[in-house]
């Protein structure tokens, strides 16, 4: 079982390692997820007590090569060529033969060990600048969430009269702002679907387009569209089952979506109640007072679900406001985080090309011979 904060490390099909208070295994090994999104591409190399899942392929008795130079030449070479050799297909399945037959040029073993000493050493630089990136991106992403809590729970004009809310979430409100179940602020719509309607996803971090603006690959399509409705531009978007991680957005195009969906208007401005959605998701609220069917999941496939919960409703005029507000700041820390993103793609194609020119003697380490 996955746990937090566990003694050892526990190595799935992606490139997350998650923790256990069990192992089954002891290093030095090189680890590759055999199937899933990762198969081929993910490898862990590790020196320790871990565990690991049962479709990760774990490579212990290794002879007459360095272990991290083998395991520098797999994670850069074997999934490229692999491919190639599935004349350019889509792998989603390692079997062992593959890996055990796969084909590995290597020099000298000085030469290996140097090439593993300067790869540790340039590889440990970049990790260092990834992950200060990526720290630096979930900071910016808790900022965001604290933006929005302010903003749709106290407001943006500063100092005003408040009062207790009776929410058991919530605590001072300001004074003027109702307090009103969903079932009488939002509403869910049936709207037909038109022939030229193309398929919209609500994705978790709350954007709503055609799933074409994403990405083709790695969804589950439906060959009856049996419940499908149509989603104009503007209107709230609800996931009935990823609500509690911030699936709820309003949509920037015309389409259609499946049933899972609850495609809504509301009293007011319909970014607002997303905002204030987004800030329960975030909040913890939609998980703690749910009875989700999954592990870190909430069911609200029926809207009556939802409609029992309370929230906060400013006048008209104030919800334009706090949206004009959200929009602009949250847009500019967005762009941050992009430029950030970008940052890490530069650093991970630049990791990439140093492990491949070294292990493939496109370049020489200093001193190797």
Same mark, same amino acid.
């Given at each position: 079982?996955?746990?937090?904060?566990?003694?050892?490390?526990?190595?799935?099909?992606?490139?997350?390692?998650? =923790?256990?208070?069990?192992?089954?295994?002891?290093?030095?090994?090189?680890?590759?997820?055999?199937?899933?999104?990762?198969?081929?591409?993910?490898?862990?190399?590790?020196?320790?007590? &871990?565990?690991?899942?049962? $479709?990760?392929?774990?490579?212990?008795?290794?002879?007459?090569?360095?272990?991290?130079?083998? &395991?520098?030449?797999?994670?850069?070479?074997?999934?490229?060529?692999?491919?190639?050799?599935?004349?350019?297909?889509?792998? /989603?399945?390692?079997?062992?033969?593959?890996?055990?037959?796969?084909?590995?040029?290597?020099?000298?073993?000085? +030469?290996?060990?140097?090439?593993?000493? !300067?790869?540790?050493?340039?590889?440990?630089? %970049?990790?260092?600048?990834?992950? +200060?990136?990526?720290?630096?991106?979930?900071? !910016?992403?808790?900022?965001?969430?604290?933006? #929005?809590?302010?903003?749709?729970?106290?407001?943006?004009?500063?100092?005003?009269?408040?009062?207790?809310? *009776?929410?058991?979430?919530?605590?001072?409100?300001?004074?003027?702002?109702?307090?009103?179940?969903?079932?009488?602020? #939002?509403?869910?719509?049936?709207?037909?679907?038109?022939?030229?309607?193309?398929?919209?996803?609500?994705?978790?971090?709350?954007?709503?387009?055609?799933?074409?603006? $994403?990405?083709?690959?790695?969804?589950? %399509?439906?060959?009856?569209?049996?419940?499908?409705?149509?989603?104009?531009?503007?209107?709230?978007?609800?996931?009935?089952? /990823?609500?509690?991680?911030?699936?709820?957005?309003?949509?920037?195009? =015309? *389409?259609?979506?499946?049933?899972?969906?609850?495609?809504?208007?509301?009293? *007011?401005?319909?970014?607002?109640?997303?905002?204030?959605?987004? !800030?329960?998701?975030?909040?913890?609220?939609?998980?703690?007072?749910?009875?989700?069917?999954?592990?870190?999941?909430?069911?609200?496939?029926?809207?009556?679900?939802?409609?029992?919960?309370?929230?906060?409703?400013?006048?008209? =005029?104030?919800?334009?406001?706090?949206? /004009?507000?959200?929009?602009?700041?949250?847009?500019? %820390?967005?762009?941050?985080?992009?430029?950030?993103? %970008?940052?890490?793609?530069?650093?991970?194609?630049?990791?990439?090309?140093?492990?491949?020119?070294?292990?493939?003697? +496109?370049?020489?380490?200093?001193?190797?011979?």
């Amino acid at each position: 079982d996955s746990i937090p904060d566990g003694l050892f490390p526990f190595y799935v099909r992606s490139p997350i390692v998650e =923790r256990s208070n069990k192992y089954t295994f002891e290093g030095p090994a090189i680890l590759m997820a055999g199937d899933g999104a990762g198969a081929g591409r993910v490898f862990h190399y590790v020196d320790g007590k &871990y565990g690991c899942h049962q $479709r990760v392929y774990s490579l212990q008795k290794i002879t007459d090569i360095n272990r991290r130079f083998l &395991y520098y030449y797999l994670s850069n070479l074997f999934y490229r060529e692999i491919e190639i050799a599935n004349s350019k297909s889509t792998v /989603d399945s390692v079997r062992l033969p593959m890996l055990q037959n796969f084909q590995v040029v290597f020099p000298n073993d000085h +030469k290996q060990k140097k090439i593993v000493e !300067y790869l540790d050493s340039k590889c440990a630089e %970049i990790d260092a600048v990834l992950n +200060k990136t990526r720290t630096s991106i979930e900071e !910016y992403k808790k900022l965001k969430q604290a933006i #929005i809590t302010q903003a749709v729970t106290k407001g943006i004009r500063g100092d005003r009269p408040m009062k207790e809310s *009776g929410v058991i979430w919530l605590d001072t409100v300001p004074a003027e702002w109702t307090i009103s179940k969903i079932k009488y602020t #939002i509403f869910p719509k049936e709207k037909p679907v038109l022939p030229m309607d193309e398929v919209i996803t609500c994705f978790r971090d709350g954007t709503v387009t055609l799933r074409r603006n $994403r990405r083709e690959e790695g969804f589950t %399509i439906s060959f009856t569209e049996n419940g499908y409705q149509g989603v104009d531009v503007g209107d709230l978007v609800i996931h009935g089952m /990823d609500t509690f991680a911030g699936a709820i957005g309003c949509s920037d195009s =015309r *389409g259609k979506t499946s049933p899972v969906v609850h495609v809504c208007s509301t009293v *007011g401005n319909n970014r607002y109640f997303m905002y204030f959605l987004r !800030y329960m998701a975030y909040s913890g609220v939609l998980m703690d007072f749910s009875n989700g069917v999954r592990i870190r999941s909430s069911d609200f496939r029926n809207f009556k679900k939802l409609a029992v919960f309370e929230m906060l409703v400013p006048p008209l =005029r104030e919800q334009n406001k706090i949206v /004009d507000y959200l929009d602009s700041t949250l847009a500019k %820390i967005d762009q941050v985080i992009k430029q950030k993103e %970008i940052l890490i793609s530069e650093l991970e194609a630049c990791k990439k090309s140093a492990i491949y020119e070294y292990v493939t003697g +496109k370049k020489e380490v200093p001193n190797a011979y």
